[in-house]
Nanobody
Framework: QVRLVESGGGLVEPGGSLRLSCKAS????????MGWYRQSPGKQRELVAL???????TYADSVKGRCDISADIAQKTVLLQIHSLKPEDTAVYYC?????????WGQGTQVTVSP
């Protein structure tokens, strides 16, 4: 059974930084990409960043220039760092793992950006 465990959420002041990590277990297939999505109340889940097995990273425009994603696909771990946090970054952040014909999600970790 595939399981994704996230860590690192919490309360952060505007202008601060956060680091989220995710570790997948129970994966017995080839992984295409790992990444992070987020969802705010009343909004659809949206991509934050993802990185594929070729180390190509994709970022949402809203975080481009202040976000770094890295992963060890072989170890099934992914790390997300966001700097210069804004209140609009407040959301539940979800780890995502993509196989070539399957997709899995973590339970989510709350990030709140507030004074």
């Amino acid at each position: 059974q595939v399981r994704l465990v996230e860590s690192g959420g919490g309360l952060v002041e505007p202008g601060g930084s956060l680091r989220l990590s995710c570790k997948a277990s129970g994966v017995s297939f080839n992984v295409y990409a790992m990444g992070w999505y987020r969802q705010s109340p009343g909004k659809q889940r949206e991509l934050v960043a993802l990185i594929d097995k070729g180390d190509k990273a994709t970022y949402a425009d809203s975080v481009k220039g202040r976000c770094d994603i890295s992963a060890d696909i072989a170890q099934k771990t992914v790390l997300l760092q966001i700097h210069s946090l804004k209140p609009e970054d407040t959301a539940v952040y979800y780890c995502n793992l993509e196989g070539f014909s399957s997709e899995y999600w973590g339970q989510g970790t709350q990030v709140t950006v507030s004074p």
